[in-house]
């Protein structure tokens, strides 16, 4: 079993930037596949961007690609998302999750098998 805690969301200004901390239980969590999903109201929530074991292995949706960094400290079990030059529209609830160790996993198309309890991010125009 996997516990995720997301932090470090609030109210920034457009062009502003915040870094989302998603802080997870486990001695296995080094292997897991880790993504950050986002939802605002009214809208379906999205996949924004994932992270296998290494840093290397990374996805990113386009909606984000070239603002959004995400990375992985594995020896404080942590994943971050760095939020950079934040409009109106990234305003959302923004949710850490993960997928367990399997042969492949298809962050687009297979549901994660944990999930945080969410932290709010809002921008402000």
């Known amino acids: 079993q996997v516990q995720l805690v997301e932090s470090g969301g609030g109210l920034v200004q457009d062009g502003g930037s915040l870094r989302l901390s998603c802080a997870a239980s486990?001695?296995?969590?080094?292997?897991?596949?880790v993504g950050w999903f986002r939802q605002a109201p009214g809208k379906e929530r999205e996949l924004l961007a994932a992270?296998?074991?290494?840093?290397?292995?990374?996805y990113y949706a386009d909606s984000v690609k070239g603002r959004f960094t995400i990375s992985r400290d594995n020896g404080k079990n942590t994943v971050y998302l760095q939020m950079n030059s934040l409009e109106p529209e990234d305003t959302a609830v923004y949710y850490c999750a993960a997928w367990v160790p399997r042969s492949s996993v298809v962050v687009t198309t297979t549901p994660p098998d944990y999930w945080g309890q969410g932290t709010q991010v809002t921008v402000s125009s």
């Open positions: 992270i296998g074991w290494s840093n290397s292995n990374t």
């Open positions: 486990g001695r296995t969590f080094s292997s897991y596949t």
